[in-house]
């Protein structure tokens, strides 16, 4: 809520966290990347974020600006639509979707919906799981005080998941309903390395990010503030 003080560390949990389906179709694996493996999303997000077409900050057809810089792969998202160039820039053409992505992206919806214990049933009920074929992903930065506003991920053409990773601070997640951007909803804690799938009756939830904690990543990443990589399906040829 607007005035609402920001910690600088989360509470530090008292158990290893486990996995959890927080609703229908939606799985969170803590840790789910090595420290490794974020070192080296980190480094990649750096080289992404360099001009042309790089970092920049979304302007919404109000007229006013998103908390978070963005930088597009794959496909170049605006409000509220998908372009091959920076459509609302300078015009450039987008940068590749990275084959990095695409294997952890691969990976990720196998964890999050293959078999396991009482998870035998829930691949063949997620819409899209089956023949995932991701193309675009959206890196956001958070610096201090940046949120995410509740919306759906609805720009896309087809309903598979949508992979979110989580990279140095952690935050408040809050996922929702898919009616309105009213209760019910579920607030999760995210913390860097984390991985949250959401598909199926979840996929088109209003979602966002309510608070971060600013400071409280891994000082061997070398960030400031939080990234999230979403790696989605666009349905497009």
């Not at 609402?4 to 179709?25: M, N, V």
Request: glycine content about 12%; some cysteine; proline content about 11%.
């Amino acid at each position: 809520m607007p005035g609402e003080p920001f910690p600088q560390f989360p509470p530090s949990p008292l158990f290893p966290r486990e996995r959890s389906d927080p609703a229908p179709g939606a799985v969170l694996l803590p840790g789910w990347l090595t420290l490794a493996e974020q070192r080296e999303l980190v480094a990649a997000c750096r080289e992404w974020a360099r001009p042309p077409a790089g970092l920049r900050t979304v302007r919404l057809p109000t007229g006013g600006e998103m908390s978070v810089r963005t930088v597009c792969l794959g496909w170049h998202w605006y409000p509220y639509g998908y372009a091959r160039t920076v459509v609302d820039g300078g015009g450039e053409p987008v940068k590749a979707f990275p084959p990095l992505l695409g294997r952890l992206a691969l990976r990720a919806v196998a964890d999050a919906y293959g078999p396991g214990p009482g998870r035998a049933d829930l691949r063949p009920g997620i819409a899209g799981a089956t023949a995932y074929e991701p193309d675009v992903a959206l890196v956001n930065h958070y610096a201090e005080g940046a949120r995410m506003g509740l919306h759906r991920d609805r720009d896309e053409r087809v309903d598979a998941p949508v992979v979110s990773l989580s990279l140095g601070d952690s935050c408040v997640f809050r996922l929702g309903n898919t009616e309105t951007r009213t209760r019910p909803w579920t607030d999760l804690e995210l913390h860097s390395g984390d991985l949250l799938v959401f598909g199926g009756p979840s996929r088109f939830a209003y979602h966002g990010v309510v608070r971060t904690h600013f400071g409280s990543a891994e000082p061997e990443l070398g960030l400031s503030g939080r990234l999230n990589i979403t790696v989605r399906q666009s349905g497009m040829a």
